[in-house]
């Protein structure tokens, strides 16, 4: 597993080879980038809600977008794809639910924080093997 900098930015590395899906994953690393920005610039919690909710609505549209693209080009894995997006779904949702809006705790804000990773590295790992995939049989 490649590791992301931290402060990685897209780059052509992470291209799927497919400019929607492309555009999807350019948009929200930069809205998770505004997330991160609330956190370390210390906003008011209700900002920082307001981007991760973003962050999280985002995420959910994209993922359902890609399991619409798999299931219309019968994507063989795609199974196994829709059970890592449920994976980061979950994890999303269980920062979501332990936010308090009266006080973030340096625990929560480093969950908050560790978003970014989880969907670089998802995007790195699982949704590179898609891309090969599509690539593959593209060049057959
Ligand atoms: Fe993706
Ligand atoms: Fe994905």
Redesign the pocket.
């Known amino acids: 597993m490649k590791k992301p900098k931290w402060n990685l930015e897209w780059d052509d590395g992470m291209s799927v080879g497919i400019p929607e899906i492309d555009e999807d994953h350019k948009r929200f690393i930069s809205l998770i980038d505004e997330l991160n920005l609330a956190i370390t610039e210390r906003m008011r919690a209700a900002e920082i809600n307001r981007r991760l909710l973003h962050v999280i609505e985002d995420t959910n549209q994209?993922?359902e977008r890609?399991e619409h693209f798999f299931r219309e080009r019968q994507y063989p894995n795609a199974e196994g794809?829709a059970r890592?997006?449920n994976n980061v779904r979950n994890t999303l949702k269980k920062i979501q639910d332990s936010f308090m809006p009266y006080g973030l705790e340096a625990e929560w804000l480093d969950a908050a924080l560790m978003i970014k990773q989880i969907l670089i590295n998802?995007?790195l790992d699982?949704?590179m093997q898609?891309a090969n995939y599509f690539k593959s049989i593209k060049a057959k």
Do not use: A, C, M, T
């Open positions: 994209h993922f890609e794809h890592s997006h998802h995007i699982e949704d898609y």
